[in-house]
C-alpha cells in the first residue's frame, strides 16, 4: 500500500520537502523524484520535514543517507525538521545527527537560510 507523499517547495536556493506518511521503500522514488528537481548547484539548502512522517524503517534510513551523500557531493547542507524523538535517537544511533542539524519546527529549520540567499 502506497501511503507516503512529498511536496516540493523552491525558495531561491532554499528546498523544502515536506514528506507525509511512511519513509519505507514504497517511498523511494517520490522521495527521489522530488530531490531530483532540487539536486542543482542553485539550490543550497534542503529541508526535510519530517512532522507528518509517521514511520520511518531501514529503508527509509538508506534513502536520507543517499540524498546526504549526493547533497554533500554538491556542496547542500540538508537540515531536518519534526521528527519525533524516537527518529531523533535513531538519527544520532546512525550517526545522521553528525551531518543533519536537526530543528524543531519548519520555521526554526529556514531560520537565517533566507538572509543567505540575499
Do not use: W
Amino acid at each position: 500500500m502506497e501511503n507516503f507523499q512529498v511536496h516540493l517547495e523552491l525558495d531561491g536556493a532554499i528546498a523544502t520537502l515536506k514528506m507525509n506518511g511512511d519513509l519505507t521503500h514504497t517511498a523511494e522514488q517520490r522521495l527521489i523524484n522530488a530531490y531530483d528537481k532540487c539536486a542543482t548547484p542553485k539550490t543550497k539548502h534542503i529541508v526535510l520535514d519530517f512532522s507528518q512522517v509517521e514511520y520511518i524503517n531501514s529503508a527509509g534510513m538508506s534513502i536520507i543517507i543517499s540524498m546526504l551523500t549526493r547533497a554533500q557531493e554538491i556542496q547542500q547542507e540538508i537540515r531536518a525538521c519534526g521528527l519525533s524523538p524516537h527518529f531523533q535517537k535513531i538519527f544520532n544511533m546512525v550517526g545522521l545527527s553528525k551531518y543533519i542539524m536537526h530543528f524543531e519546527n519548519l520555521q526554526d529549520a529556514l531560520q537565517g537560510l533566507h538572509a543567505q540567499k540575499a
